[in-house]
């Protein structure tokens, strides 16, 4: 199975750092972010990569190379125009291949293990769902016996940005900026996306103080 990182967003809550440094280099614990997610990867057995990137991006190449040095092979998908999640993700199927492929967002930062998810979803994506942030405290959407669904008027659970998804998932969509959840919505409606809670250690890392968390949590664990 290939994995993809989104890797493109221009990161402007975390200026002054992401003026001149691409959001997915921003380092934490002396790393920067993106290297935690390919080492966990390669880690769970992920060997093939792909990584969208526009702002900056040339940046992320020259940084990662080909991934040899971290046991992988990195391919790259250039976004000359900002596509959000969706329509990034679809400029990449070329990539991914026809089969499921496992994503996750370059911005955040988490111990899961993604070794668990090399298995194609049970539908057309499976999503991995964490308890809600102190900004975001409504959640995104709610876990019914295995299945997600849409948040209804209680709280649900938070999307994490770590995913399976099936490329079918993206069938009749047209190239160009779109984003990934109304897809999924659809796809939640058809009763054809299965999700997890995850427990552990997960921060979205958007803004300086989030940043400083991550150091935090990193300090605690060395």
């Known amino acids: 199975m ?5 890797a493109a967003g221009k990161g402007e809550r975390l200026r002054p750092l992401t003026l001149h440094t691409p959001k997915p280099l921003v380092q934490a614990g002396g790393v920067p972010l993106i290297e935690y997610h390919i080492r966990a990867l390669a880690a769970a057995g992920f060997r093939e990569l792909v990584i969208n ?8 190449e020259d940084h990662l190379g080909d991934g040899e040095r971290f046991g992988v092979r990195i391919a ?10 969706g329509g990034g993700i679809h400029r990449a199927l070329p990539l991914l291949g026809a089969a499921p492929f496992l994503l996750v967002n370059g911005d955040i930062w988490t111990d899961y293990d ?3 998810l090399r298995r194609a979803p049970q539908g057309l994506a499976h999503l991995v769902l964490v308890d809600n942030p102190a900004h975001h405290p409504e959640g995104d959407f709610c876990l019914q016996d295995g299945r997600a669904c849409a948040r209804g008027a ?6 994490s940005g770590i995913a399976v998804l099936d490329p079918a998932l993206f069938a009749g969509c047209q190239a160009g900026a779109f984003k990934l959840a109304p897809l999924l919505l659809d ?3 058809l009763g054809q996306v299965s999700g997890e809670h995850f427990r552990g250690r997960w921060v979205d890392v958007g ?8 150091e935090r949590l990193l300090a605690v664990r060395a």
């Open 2 to 6: 290939k994995a993809m990182i989104l």
């Open 53 to 60: 990137h526009a702002w900056l991006g040339q940046q992320i």
């Open 76 to 85: 790259y998908s250039a976004e000359g125009e900002p596509l959000e999640t």
């Open 114 to 116: 993604f070794a668990g």
């Open 154 to 159: 209680q709280p649900g659970l938070t999307y």
């Open 187 to 189: 796809a939640m409606r």
């Open 207 to 214: 803004t300086h103080e989030r940043l400083a968390e991550v």
